[in-house]
């Protein structure tokens, strides 16, 4: 069935990097796209940026150059990275799939919570 | 930027009671809108699509519509296992934005 797991370090200190990576299974990288999206503290949702299936990214531009999403479908493996944490960068982190027909988020990881803290 | 705009933010309501839920765009996003459930602990969860499209293995008792900048999220009879916060999600335009929820709650 299908699988999406975060994994990642549970504490950052400020200003450094955060890197996040997110297995999936029961599907292809190839055939469908992958989201990031992070929540702080229980509160609203922030959609991040995006691997398509071709292989190419889109951003929030919110995050500017801060971040870089990437892959290895031979590892079934999207990958984030974002640089100059804050303290305010501190939340859930999700990937999420979108689905082949609805374009919408139809599967979720369970989340990595990450703390920036010194 | 689409500002998403939920109302309530709050709600609480019996078992059985019908219950609607707002949300309101800054802008047109023609029918893109997403309706998600989060409950205590868990990831969102897809409930509703493209406005009125029910995800796979969802109750029937949910149900969306609108158009425009307006959309609802109806709940025909509400059942405990609905307490959960709902977001809804426009994917109309880059960056997609989510607002910031209903907190649901049994009376």
């Known amino acids: 069935q299908v699988q999406l797991k975060e994994s990642g370090p549970g504490l950052v200190q400020p200003s450094q990097t955060l890197s996040l990576t997110c297995t999936v299974s029961?599907?292809?990288?190839?055939?469908?796209?992958v989201h990031w999206v992070r929540q702080h503290s229980g509160k609203s949702l922030e959609w991040m940026g995006r691997m398509w299936s071709d292989g190419d990214t889109s951003y929030n531009s919110a995050f500017t150059s801060r971040l870089s999403i990437s892959r290895d479908t031979s590892k079934s493996q999207v990958f984030l990275k974002m640089n100059s944490l804050q303290t305010e960068d501190t939340g859930t982190y999700y990937c999420?799939?979108?689905?082949?027909?609805?374009?919408?988020?139809?599967?979720w990881g369970q989340g990595v919570m990450v703390t920036v803290s010194s | 930027d689409i500002q998403m705009t939920q109302s309530p933010s709050f709600l609480s309501a019996s078992v059985g009671e019908r219950v609607t839920l707002s949300c309101k765009a800054s802008q047109n996003i023609n029918k893109y809108l997403d309706w998600y459930q989060q409950k205590l602990g868990e990831a969102p969860k897809l409930l509703i699509y493209?406005?009125?499209n029910l995800h796979t293995g969802i109750p029937s008792r949910f149900s969306g519509s609108g158009s425009g900048t307006d959309y609802t999220l109806t709940i025909s009879s509400l059942q405990p296992e609905d307490v959960a916060t709902y977001f809804c999600?426009?994917?109309?335009?880059?960056?997609?934005?989510f607002g910031a929820g209903t907190k649901l709650e049994l009376k």
């Open positions: 999600l426009q994917r109309n335009s880059w960056p997609y934005t």
């Open positions: 999420a799939r979108e689905g082949y027909y609805s374009s919408s988020f139809d599967y």
């Open positions: 493209n406005t009125n």
């Open positions: 029961g599907f292809s990288l190839t055939s469908y796209s």
